[in-house]
C-alpha cells in the first residue's frame, strides 16, 4: 500500500532522496531549491541515510564533488536552481561528456539578470544541449515519480548519462499537495544498487577520467554520447513500465491531455500543463476542440512523436517560459517546428513567451492562446508575450 | 634516515617516463618525488587541475599515472577530490570497499590553478576537513597558455601580460603568499619546500603530509625554463638559489607551529637568485637597481616575519 502525504516538491524531492540513499550529495544553497539540501542534512545527521554530505563553498564545486564521487564509484546527487545552475555549467557539460549518470534535482527560477528569484525555465534552457536527460514534472507526484525513476535511467550500461529532474520553483516546489509515497523497501528495490564498471577507487584497475582528447579522438567520442542519448529513449520507456507496474501511474514522453480529437493544441512543460487543462475542460464544455501536450522528456527530445501526435491540428501554441532573445523562437517552439518540418507535417504553430520571473499564469492568459489560435490569419510573425503588461 | 639512493631504488617511480613535460621543467620531479612519498601498499586518486601537468601526462589514449587519476576543470581540482574523498568515506563506511586497503587523495595543481582560479575551490576543500594533500607546483605564471601573469609572479618580472616595456616595467604587484593563506585554514599541516639537493627537504615533508589526517598544503617551487629563462640544465641551481637567497624559504606548520627547515648559514643577496633568469634581466640595466632593492627589501621582510612567527609560535609551545 502507498503512503498518503501531503507534501510541497521540495520535500517531496528530498524524500525521494532519503529513499535513494546515495553514496554522495553535494549541495550549495539557492532559494527556491535550498530546502532540499536542508532536509536532507536532517536526513544525514540523523542518521536516516548512509549519504556523505559534502557542504560545498559553491554550486561550481558541487558539481565538481558530484563528478569525482561518482567518478569514485559512488552515487551522487545535488539539487540547484537559476544562477547555481548557470555557475554549474561548465562542470555541466564535464559530467555528461565523462559519461556519469549523476541525478540533478532542478528548481527552476529565472537566471540573472535582473535579478529575480521566481519561476521561468531559462535555467533549465540554459543547459538543454549538455547531454543531460532532463524530465520535467507538472506536479509534486511527478517530480517524485521522476526522481525514482532516474537512477534506473541514468545508470543504465547502454546510457551513462547525467539526468536532470525539472519542476516550477515555487509553483511546485513551495506549494503543499496530496501525494502517494512509496514503501522505502519498495523505492530500494526499484532503484537497486549502483555497480559500476570502473571506478577510482578499484585499487585493482586504476583509470584515468577527464583526459585530454585532441583531433584523433574527440569527435568519436562525442559520437558515442550522442549514441548514449539515443539509447536512453528505449530505456527511459522501459522504466516507465516497470514503474507503472509497481504504482499503476503511466508516464510516457509526453502526456496528451484531450489531444487525439483537438483542432487546437497548446504544448508546454511543468505547471502550467495545470492551468491549460482546466482552460482545455472549459473550452471543450463550449465545443471548442482544444488540447494540451504536456512534454515530459525535454532531452531526450522525442520530436518524431510529438511531430506525428500534431499532425492535422488546425493550430499549435508552443509555450515557453522564456524571454524570447534570440530573433527566431524559444528553444521548445524551435524544436517542435523543426520536429514537424523533417517530417513534413504542416501545421500553422505560433510561440508565447509568458510567465517570465514568476509572472502569474492564469486561466485569462491560456484563453486567449487558445482563442489566437482560432482566428489565426497572420503568421508573419510567430513570436507573441502572453501576460505582458502593454503600458 | 631518509636516503636518496634507497628511495629511488626501492620505491618505484607511480609517475612514469613518456610524459611530455619539457626537459628542464620542475613540476614533473615534483610529482615523482611527491608519490614516491606513499605507502607502496596504498592507492592514490590523483586530481590534476588544468595546466601544464594535466595536458602533458594524460593525452588519450596514454597516462603517465599509474594510480587513478581525475582531471575536470582549470578550477574545481579541489572540489572534484573532496567528491571522491566524501565517496571513499561513504563506500567505507557501508562495508562496499574492501577493509584492507587504503587510499590516499592527492591534488597537483600550478600557481593558475591554486593561487587564482582554484583558491575559492581549494579553500572550501581544506576548510571542509577532506583528508587530502594539495600539492602545488609553483612556477610562478601561467605557463601551459604561454607565460602570462598569475598572483604568484614576484614583482617586476617580465610576462606576456606584464611584458617589461618602456613605462611599465613588468609586474608591478608583490606576489600573494599563498602558504601564508593557507596557514590562516589552520590546517593540520602546511608546508613550503622545493626539489633542492638530494630532494630530502620535498620528500619528507610529502610524506609527513600525506600521514597526516585532514587537510594538508604543500607548495613547491617548480622553475618553468621557458617562462623564466634559464638554460634547462640550470633547474637544480635554481632551486637551490631561491632557497639560499631566502626568496623561496623552506618551512613548516604544524598544527600552527612554525618549523623553518633550512637556515642558510650565509644568506646571499636576492640578485643572485634574479641573474640567471630572462624574466629579471631588465632589472639588471642602469637605472633600475631600484628593482633589485626593492625585491631585497620583500624577501629580507618576509624572512624576518616567518623567523617571528617560528619564534612566537615555538615559544607558545614551549609555554
Known amino acids: ?391 | 634516515m631518509y636516503n636518496v639512493k634507497e628511495v629511488v631504488a626501492n620505491k618505484p617511480s607511480r609517475f612514469t617516463s613518456g610524459h611530455r613535460m619539457c626537459a628542464g621543467c620542475g613540476a614533473p620531479a615534483v610529482a615523482r618525488m611527491v608519490l614516491r612519498a606513499v605507502n607502496e601498499n596504498d592507492h592514490v586518486v590523483v586530481s590534476n587541475a588544468t595546466g601544464c601537468m594535466e595536458v602533458s601526462t594524460c593525452i588519450y589514449p596514454y597516462t603517465a599515472w599509474t594510480d587513478s587519476y581525475i582531471h575536470t576543470a582549470f578550477e574545481s581540482a579541489s572540489a572534484t577530490e573532496s567528491g571522491v574523498e566524501a565517496a571513499y568515506k561513504s563506500l567505507k563506511k557501508q562495508g562496499k570497499l574492501p577493509e584492507n586497503e587504503n587510499t590516499k587523495f592527492i591534488v597537483f595543481g600550478g600557481d593558475g590553478g591554486t593561487y587564482d582560479i582554484g583558491i575559492q575551490s581549494l579553500s572550501g576543500a581544506m576548510e571542509r576537513g577532506h583528508d587530502m594533500t594539495y600539492v602545488c607546483y609553483d612556477n610562478g605564471a601561467y605557463m601551459n597558455t604561454g607565460i602570462q601573469r598569475s598572483s604568484a609572479t614576484p614583482r617586476f618580472a617580465d610576462t606576456t601580460t606584464s611584458p617589461a616595456g618602456s613605462v611599465i616595467p613588468g609586474k608591478m604587484q608583490p606576489r600573494k603568499d599563498l602558504t601564508e593563506i593557507m596557514c590562516a585554514h589552520h590546517l593540520p599541516y602546511v608546508a613550503q619546500t622545493a626539489a633542492v639537493g638530494n630532494f630530502k627537504d620535498l620528500y619528507e615533508k610529502a610524506e609527513k603530509a600525506i600521514n597526516i589526517k585532514g587537510g594538508k598544503f604543500l607548495n613547491v617551487l617548480a622553475p618553468c625554463p621557458r617562462g623564466w629563462g634559464y638554460a634547462t640544465e640550470d633547474l637544480m641551481l635554481i632551486n637551490k638559489l631561491a632557497v639560499e637567497t631566502c626568496w623561496w624559504p623552506l618551512y613548516e606548520v604544524e598544527n600552527g607551529v612554525y618549523h623553518i627547515t633550512y637556515k642558510p648559514a650565509n644568506k646571499l643577496p636576492v640578485e643572485e637568485f634574479l641573474k640567471p633568469q630572462k624574466r629579471f634581466k631588465h632589472l639588471f640595466k642602469p637605472g633600475n637597481e631600484w628593482m633589485i632593492e626593492e625585491l631585497q627589501k620583500e624577501t629580507d621582510l618576509r624572512w624576518n616575519e616567518l623567523l617571528a612567527k617560528e619564534e612566537m609560535t615555538n615559544k607558545n609551545v614551549n609555554e
Not at chain 1, 512534454?295 to 493550430?315: M, N, Q, S, Y
Open chain 1, 1 to 391: 500500500m502507498s503512503i498518503r502525504e501531503r507534501l510541497s516538491g521540495n520535500e517531496a524531492t528530498a524524500y525521494a532522496m532519503k529513499q535513494i540513499n546515495p553514496d554522495v550529495v553535494a549541495a550549495f544553497p539557492i532559494t527556491p531549491s535550498t530546502e532540499i539540501p536542508q532536509y536532507f542534512s536532517s536526513y544525514v545527521d540523523n542518521g536516516q541515510v548512509d549519504t556523505e554530505f559534502v557542504a560545498v563553498e559553491s554550486e561550481h564545486s558541487a558539481m565538481s564533488a558530484c563528478i569525482g564521487a561518482e567518478a569514485a564509484g559512488a552515487r551522487a546527487m545535488t539539487a540547484t536552481s537559476a544562477n547555481g545552475l548557470e555557475y554549474m555549467w561548465e562542470m555541466i557539460q564535464i559530467a555528461s561528456s565523462s559519461r556519469l549518470p549523476i541525478v540533478l534535482a532542478l528548481v527552476d527560477r529565472a537566471i540573472s539578470g535582473p535579478l529575480n528569484i521566481h519561476c521561468d525555465h531559462t535555467d533549465a534552457m540554459a543547459v538543454k544541449d549538455s547531454g543531460w536527460i532532463m524530465l520535467f514534472s507538472e506536479t509534486n507526484q511527478e517530480a517524485y515519480d521522476n526522481m525514482i525513476m532516474a537512477h534506473r535511467i541514468a545508470e543504465n550500461k547502454d546510457v551513462m548519462l547525467p539526468l536532470m529532474v525539472c519542476q516550477d520553483g515555487f509553483i511546485t516546489s513551495h506549494a503543499i499537495e496530496n501525494i502517494e509515497l512509496l514503501e522505502d523497501e519498495k523505492v530500494k528495490e526499484f532503484v537497486g544498487t549502483y555497480k559500476p564498471e570502473h571506478y577510482l577507487l578499484n585499487k585493482k584497475e586504476p583509470i584515468a577520467v577527464g583526459p585530454m582528447d585532441l583531433q584523433p579522438y574527440l569527435m568519436e567520442h562525442k559520437r558515442q554520447q550522442h549514441q548514449a542519448m539515443e539509447n536512453a529513449r528505449k530505456v527511459i520507456a522501459d522504466v516507465a513500465l516497470d514503474f507503472e507496474k509497481m504504482t499503476g501511474r503511466k508516464y510516457e514522453f509526453f502526456e496528451g491531455y484531450k489531444l487525439e480529437d483537438a483542432e487546437y493544441v497548446a504544448v508546454c512543460m511543468n505547471s502550467t500543463a495545470g492551468t491549460v487543462k482546466n482552460v482545455v475542460d472549459n473550452l471543450r464544455e463550449n465545443g471548442i476542440k482544444a488540447g494540451l501536450l504536456k512534454i515530459r522528456v525535454f532531452r531526450p527530445f522525442p520530436g518524431d512523436l510529438i511531430a506525428k501526435a500534431l499532425e492535422g491540428k488546425k493550430a499549435v501554441a508552443v509555450l515557453d517560459r522564456v524571454p524570447l532573445l534570440n530573433g527566431t523562437g524559444g528553444p521548445l517552439y524551435e524544436d517542435v517546428v523543426s520536429s514537424m518540418f523533417t517530417q513534413n507535417i504542416m501545421v500553422p504553430t505560433i510561440n508565447y513567451s509568458y510567465g517570465i520571473g514568476g509572472r502569474d499564469v492564469t486561466e485569462d492568459q491560456i484563453h486567449k492562446v487558445y482563442e489566437d489560435l482560432q482566428n489565426l490569419k497572420d503568421m508573419s510573425n510567430p513570436y507573441r508575450f502572453l501576460g505582458l503588461r502593454e503600458n
